[in-house]
């Protein structure tokens, strides 16, 4: 953006930091009283209980909520299922012709569309061969798949028959995938031959291919032919989703599941070990993704609604597939990057699907701001009418290019905190309620209880910062981590009371009771709104034959947020090198996927570490924002810090 414009964007925005909602919004809004949030504060079970009854169930519950802390059961002994919800209730309902996915593929006019009676034949299809392959409920089926419509089809099959899903972002390297197959202990594989990425190629065959070669657990691999590309299969292992499908009868009666039945399990990065396999179940997960996707983005009958993320991650769960579906919403998937074949795609499938509610990530908003205003300028953006983002912190900057840029200066923006444990967003604004303050999530959506609190555990005052928790359970929360319940306990609910939930984050509260979430306090770095663990990245370092030692820590990046910076201390023998620091990188992003290749290495002799040996990674993160180490008289070496401080400028 010109220089000037940004002024005269920030100038007609000073001293005006509070949005309320625009009055022709509030009056048509699905929720506009306030007194909501009073209600459900002392009614919490009824409120949900009545966002539990805007599904369909075969059986109802005994029990709203058995909070037995830090386990709880939602809407106990109700049963339903998911994919009935998502699909056969609208059809029955006489929404049957209406749209329930529309599609773009990264390549220009390559789209697919399918109403709901469409989905539910191919549904009922994919789950149908699900079935003649073995599959039963209970059983777990991996996913590795681009942004196509079969990953949401293969969700909504597995959800059918009963059989939880656990989705592997196709970015993600073949050992990333490899780990998480052994660890769900997988018997189907779900993946494709490629995809389109800027135009190119990215040949995924290959990649599910190397991690095939050590997942004993696999006996069918089901391969969509994305790119009709010439490859090898494995005729006894292998066969291709359309063949499989073909003959399949559209009719597959859905399970009736437990409420809290595993609907999915999504692996999440933590600080240490292996990653955390979030389970979530079938009941209060869905009733959770529905009635805050209702509210937050105010959906109406005949909105189009994009959510950008990929399904390989916990907002395509909530937020593009189950949410959405759930409330008889179209919603929108596009397989590309936001640049191809030019950087208005984006805004010109907005133009061309008249889309009206947009939900996003801080750090690709960032990344229009840089390219500029004409992309958007160039097209009619007119049919917005809410705006949202998730993933990081928004600095108030981007929040007022979205709100003015792609707003228009009258869509509402809903900053939504949540995590992919929470399953649903927590702390995000009501639309028609609440008055927007940029950079700030808001307030707890009704009926959930959050506060800041100091290491004893008792609240902190009013604008300080501490650890952002939750007071209350709610429906869509985690039930477990999967076959690690102590783990659960540990990582969410040991920190305070046993009914305390732990997220993570750094918070401040402010004068009006508003959260300020900064960012992760553990050693997990938030890169372009992914979840990475530094603790993975420094073994995949260590596990270089060049490497002695390693620590990873996050450098503050404009337009990612993050980015991972590697200091590495090498096995005698080897030299520094620019050729080396490149070979490093590209062995992290072998073992990780891309998105956690470090911007840089930095080869040092020695680290900063205390006198038991432990590196002092709070130091160079220090370093890495530009600030002064602080007090360094109880390191082993503090020579080594001036030393790296040089290396660092
Ligand atoms: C972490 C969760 C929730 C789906 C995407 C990420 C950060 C998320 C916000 C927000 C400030 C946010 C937090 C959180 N985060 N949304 N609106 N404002 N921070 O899911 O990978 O589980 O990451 O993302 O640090 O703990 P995830």
Redesign the pocket.
């Known amino acids: 953006m010109a220089d000037e414009e940004e002024a005269k964007i920030e100038s007609r925005l000073e001293g005006k930091d509070i949005y309320s909602p625009p009055e022709g919004f509030k009056e048509q809004a699905n929720v506009n009283d306030p007194e909501i949030y009073e209600y459900a504060e002392e009614n919490y079970e009824e409120f949900w209980a009545d966002k539990a009854e805007r599904l369909d169930w075969y059986e109802k519950w005994d029990e709203v909520l058995k909070w037995d802390p830090p386990h709880a059961e939602w809407f106990v002994n109700g049963k339903l299922n998911a994919s009935y919800n998502c699909i056969d209730r609208h059809v029955k309902n006489g929404k049957g012709d209406k749209t329930a996915i529309i599609w773009e593929g990264e390549p220009v006019d390559e789209t697919k569309e399918y109403t709901f009676s469409e989905l539910q034949d191919e549904v009922s299809k994919f789950a149908n061969a699900l079935k003649e392959m073995g599959v039963e409920k209970g059983d777990i089926v991996t996913f590795y798949l681009p942004m196509i419509p079969e990953l949401a089809i293969g969700l909504l099959a597995c959800a059918r028959i009963g059989a939880p899903h656990s989705v592997v972002f196709g970015g993600f390297s073949p050992e990333a995938l490899k780990e998480r197959i052994n660890d769900a202990e997988s018997e189907v594989l779900v993946t494709a031959d490629g995809y389109y990425r800027r135009g190119g190629t990215i040949k995924m065959w290959e990649n599910a291919e190397k991690a095939l070669k050590n997942t004993p657990s696999i006996d069918n691999v089901v391969l969509v032919d994305r790119m009709e590309r010439d490859i090898e299969i494995n005729e006894e292992r292998d066969s291709y989703y359309h063949e499989l499908v073909k003959d399949q009868p559209a009719e597959c009666e859905p399970e009736k599941m437990d409420a809290e039945d595993m609907l999915f399990l999504m692996y ?1 990065s933590g600080t240490t070990g292996k990653p955390k396999g979030v389970v979530h179940t079938t009941g209060g997960y869905l009733t959770g993704v529905s009635a805050t996707h209702n509210w937050v983005f105010d959906i109406k009958d005949d909105d189009i609604y994009w959510c950008t993320a990929d399904i390989g ?3 395509g769960h909530s937020y593009i597939v189950y949410g959405p579906l759930a409330n008889g919403c179209t919603t929108l998937m596009y397989e590309g990057s936001p640049d191809y074949p030019e950087k208005d795609r984006f805004w010109e499938i907005v133009e061309d699907y008249e889309v009206t509610k947009f939900y996003t990530a801080p750090t690709a908003i960032r990344l229009f701001m840089k390219w500029g205003e004409q992309y958007p300028n160039e097209h009619d953006l007119s049919s917005l009418k809410v705006l949202g ?5 928004i600095n108030p900057k981007a929040w007022k290019w979205y709100h003015e840029v792609i707003g228009g200066g009258d869509c509402p923006i809903v ?7 929470t399953g649903m967003m927590l702390i995000t604004p009501l639309p028609g309620i609440t008055d927007l303050k940029p950079g700030s ?1 808001t307030k707890p959506f009704p009926g959930l209880r959050a506060d800041v609190f100091d290491s004893q555990g008792d609240s902190v005052d009013t604008n300080e910062g501490g650890y952002l928790v939750i007071k209350r359970p709610w429906p869509s929360m985690l039930r477990t981590l999967y076959q690690e319940p102590e783990r659960y306990v540990e990582t969410y609910w040991s920190e305070y009371e046993n009914d305390i939930y732990f ?3 750094g918070a401040r509260k402010d004068e009006d009771g508003y959260f300020w ?1 900064v ?2 306090l553990d050693d997990v770095l ?1 890169v372009a ?3 990475l663990s530094t603790m993975e990245m420094e073994s995949a370092l260590v596990d270089h034959p060049a490497v002695a030692e390693a620590a990873v820590v996050g450098k503050p990046d404009e337009l990612k947020g993050q980015v991972p910076v590697g200091y590495v201390i090498l096995e005698s023998g080897n030299e520094p090198s620019d050729e080396l620091a490149q070979e490093l990188r590209a062995h992290v992003g072998e073992i990780i996927g891309p998105i956690g290749k470090p911007a840089a290495i930095r080869f040092s002799d020695d680290l900063p570490k205390t006198r038991s040996g432990k590196i002092m990674r709070r130091i160079l993160k220090k370093l890495e924002k530009g600030e002064s180490a602080g007090d360094t008289s109880t390191l082993r070496n503090p020579d080594i810090v001036k030393e790296l401080k040089d290396k660092v400028q």
């Not at 983002?389 to 912190?393: I, M």
């Not at 900053?415 to 444990?421: C, G, H, I, N, R």
């Open positions: 999440t991650w916990i907002t983002s998730v993933g990081e912190p900053d939504t905190w949540w995590q992919t444990e999530a997220a993570g984050d979430v960012g992760r938030n709104g992914h979840r």
